[in-house]
């Protein structure tokens, strides 16, 4: 069975540089047709982030693109977010997703708070 967990998520300075991580077992990363990031902050629905396809191409909400970038670590079997600069509005439950054999899965969600 496939099964994805986010970490790296905590309390965090605005400007200071974040990297999450999503650790998926149960399926090489190399197979998901899709494997994106989405955010959910307090009070609010949740909003999609990045993405990266099979093919290796990437997209990003235009807002966030200039910050956050989407990779995939083969070796690890990780998906992971880096964001370069984080800023308050930055705050909330970061969630991975990968898409396989018409499936969706998601993980649990990391908090990332940010907040001087």
């Known amino acids: 069975q496939v099964h994805v967990e986010e970490s790296g998520g905590g309390l965090v300075q605005p400007g200071d540089p974040l990297r999450l991580s999503c650790a998926v077992s149960?399926?090489?990363?190399?197979?998901?047709?899709?494997l994106a990031w989405h955010r959910q902050a307090p009070g609010t629905q949740r909003e999609f982030v990045a993405q990266?396809?099979?093919?290796?191409?990437?997209y990003y909400q235009d807002s966030l693109k200039a910050r956050f970038t989407v990779s995939r670590n083969f070796r690890e079997n990780t998906l992971t977010l880096q964001i370069s600069s984080l800023k308050p509005e930055d705050t909330g439950v970061y969630f991975c997703k990968g898409d396989y054999g018409g499936r969706t899965y998601w993980g649990q969600g990391t908090q990332v708070t940010v907040s001087s």
């Open positions: 990266i396809l099979r093919d290796g191409s990437t």
């Open positions: 149960g399926r090489s990363l190399s197979s998901f047709e899709n």
